[in-house]
């Protein structure tokens, strides 16, 4: 039971930490055509914040790990917008080649900002020891506290973006507008602000995954680039303007890792790239196709 | 009509040349060094540009091919004593022609930005076999690569290897330009212009985006060569796909659908890297600031084709300043 159960639950607290930032690259590239290379900048950011901010007194409990949390969240995410407006407005019309390029600067200029802040050494995160711990028993066996804590946090999270995407009326705007953009806004949407919020929930999705991947993985300037390649995998292994679609693989590569981390080591790295490998050759849109989406061939 | 279109070669073969001869008569063995991994930086991105540019294929994994021979040519050295440059450079431009070869089939399944992550996903892929690969050094990687010889003459010493490293660079830079401007460049421009007209007008569009796949692919190699033999070791970190991104931002640094923009932009991030690390360790800063300020500024580069680059914009400057001189000023009443 051991074998199974702790493997499963880690491997879906991974893929459900792997769907949020998916999540922010599907509704980016869905309202604006641009595969956002620099996604992985807001998880890295939150990952720093949350480690600067931890281990102080203040930090120590539950209360004052979310109070860090929370402006772990809000900077990122306010730095995020600032940025939709400033760089990405510029990139809309573009071919999507470039822009995907120019992101990959922008990436770099957030590693290198980092860099010099806070240096090249990994930054230890202290979470409060209640969080990290605890174990739960469950059919006989242990289950970590945080992982446990990551599978509510994540579902919450995604529930919650479910909601605004299918119940509110910028939900419904950012549909019209990944649909087709100049009829929703003749038609009366507001675009800009939605581009604006749609951006900022994205950011806000990473900075989560960022502040739960922080304890269980080194912080170092390379956390946004090594995880924003497996969220890009996922997404198109999704099926490029699928939300649901990315939650799925998501979830999937999450638990197939898991298990081949433990079962079979050696395949563990390679797990998830043969798998974006095999979907696109036989299904070069993704798994759940979007009216919409899809690449074609791009002039850079 | 000829001096317009051999001013370009002119011009950036005489660079070339006195390039050379500066860096003979001036240059210590450290900056000599450091010149010659620029010589095959451009080299790098040369490559890469013509196929992201001229023929429209985005390739985040042409990083693939460079380590890969870089690693051939480590194996080849260090296990099986081969010590010929010229089999040495020949071995992995034939690696990367079968291996661009076997990845380009796909471009008839997949195009696009999708391609491209699928050509990195390989070399992650690559990456992590080789850091598992006791054979291939894991994650120590491999030294003691040597230096090579030339028809016998050693490639120890500093000036000679960038003499060698120049002249192969030079040849590659040519081959890519002659390509470029030939038929075969036509076609597989107008194939990435728009796909669906040349079809239409009968033009194979998968056989010149494959082929220039190939042939990136070839040169890409044989710039990994190259690294291999100038700095004597290989590590799997060649194979991530951050490694791929100095030739990329070069090329559209400097206009990734030319072959001086290129050039002009591994020169540019090259001098930035030497000039910084003297200084401080904030080079992945400046590279992405000054990269990404020119691409908002002018999308086609600084020296690239079209109306958004940095040549048109000094094109226009300069008539605008010609034509105020030429006209008395006028004042309306």
């Known amino acids: 039971m051991q074998h199974v159960v702790l493997p499963l639950v880690v491997g879906i607290a991974e893929g459900l930490v792997l769907a949020l930032i998916a999540l922010g690259l599907v509704l980016t590239y869905g309202m604006m055509r641009i595969v956002n290379m620099a996604h992985g900048a807001f998880l890295m950011l939150s990952a720093y914040l949350i480690a600067v901010l931890l281990g102080h007194a203040w930090s120590e409990s539950v209360l004052g790990y979310v109070l860090a949390a929370v402006i772990a969240i809000v900077i990122p995410t306010a730095i995020g917008m600032g940025l939709e407006r400033t760089v990405y407005r510029r990139l809309y019309g573009r071919a999507h080649g470039s822009a995907f390029l120019a992101m990959f600067a922008l990436m770099m200029v957030f590693q290198g900002a980092a860099q010099q802040i806070w240096g090249v050494s990994p930054l230890p995160v202290k979470v409060p020891s209640s969080l990290m711990t605890g174990y739960v028993r469950f059919l006989g066996v242990q289950l970590p506290d945080y992982y446990l804590m990551i599978i509510a946090i994540g579902v919450v999270a995604i529930a919650i973006t479910a909601a605004v995407v299918y119940r509110t009326k910028i939900g419904l705007w950012t549909r019209a507008i990944a649909a087709d953009r100049e009829m929703s806004a003749v038609l009366g949407a507001n675009v800009q602000l939605t581009f604006g919020l749609m951006f900022g929930l994205g950011s806000a999705l990473a900075a989560l995954a960022g502040i739960l991947l922080a304890p269980i993985n080194q912080v170092t300037i390379s956390l946004g680039t090594d995880f924003i390649l497996e969220a890009f995998a996922v997404v198109l292994i999704g099926g490029l303007g699928s939300m649901t679609g990315a939650v799925i693989a998501a979830l999937v590569i999450g638990i197939v890792q898991s298990f081949l981390t433990i079962d079979y080591p050696p395949l563990s790295g390679y797990g998830i790239y043969l798998v974006m490998v095999i979907v696109l050759v036989f299904r070069p849109s993704g798994l759940f196709k979007t009216a919409n989406a899809g690449l074609g061939a791009e002039s850079v | ?333």
């Open chain 2, 1 to 333: 009509m000829a001096g317009k279109l051999l001013r370009e070669p002119v011009v950036l073969s005489v660079l070339a040349v006195a390039f050379l001869a500066w860096s003979l008569r001036f240059a210590g063995s450290a900056l000599l060094f450091q010149l010659t991994e620029m010589l095959i930086a451009i080299l790098f991105a040369v490559a890469v540009s013509y196929v992201m540019g001229v023929s429209g294929t985005p390739a985040f994994g042409n990083q693939l091919f460079y380590a890969g021979a870089a690693y051939l040519v480590a194996i080849m050295t260090t296990r099986f004593n081969v010590d010929n440059v010229l089999e040495l450079c020949g071995a992995s431009i034939v690696l990367g022609v079968v291996m661009g070869g076997v990845i380009s089939l796909l471009l008839k399944k997949i195009t696009g930005v999708a391609f491209g992550m699928v050509t990195l996903a390989i070399s992650q892929m690559a990456y992590v076999y080789v850091g598992i690969s006791n054979y291939l050094g894991s994650d120590n990687g491999l030294s003691g690569i040597s230096p090579g010889t030339f028809f016998g003459v050693s490639l120890l010493d500093p000036d000679r290897m960038l003499i060698f490293v120049w002249a192969v660079v030079v040849l590659g830079v040519i081959v890519i330009a002659l390509i470029t401007r030939s038929r075969l460049g036509l076609l597989t421009r107008a194939s990435r212009d728009s796909a669906s007209r040349a079809s239409a007008i009968g033009i194979p569009t998968f056989r010149y985006h494959a082929t220039a796949f190939i042939i990136g692919a070839a040169i890409c190699g044989l710039a990994g060569s190259l690294t291999a033999i100038t700095v004597g070791t290989v590590d799997q970190d060649m194979f991530y796909w951050t490694a791929g991104a100095a030739p990329i931002l070069a090329g559209l640094l400097g206009g990734i659908r030319t072959i001086k923009g290129p050039i002009a932009g591994s020169i540019i991030l090259s001098i930035i890297i030497i000039w910084v690390s003297t200084l401080t360790t904030s080079w992945l800063l400046l590279e992405g600031a000054i990269t990404l300020g020119v691409f908002l500024i002018w999308p086609q580069g600084l020296l690239g084709e079209g109306s958004g680059s940095g040549l048109a914009a000094a094109r226009s400057l300069t008539r605008r300043i010609a034509r105020s001189r030429r006209q008395p000023k006028v004042t309306s009443s």
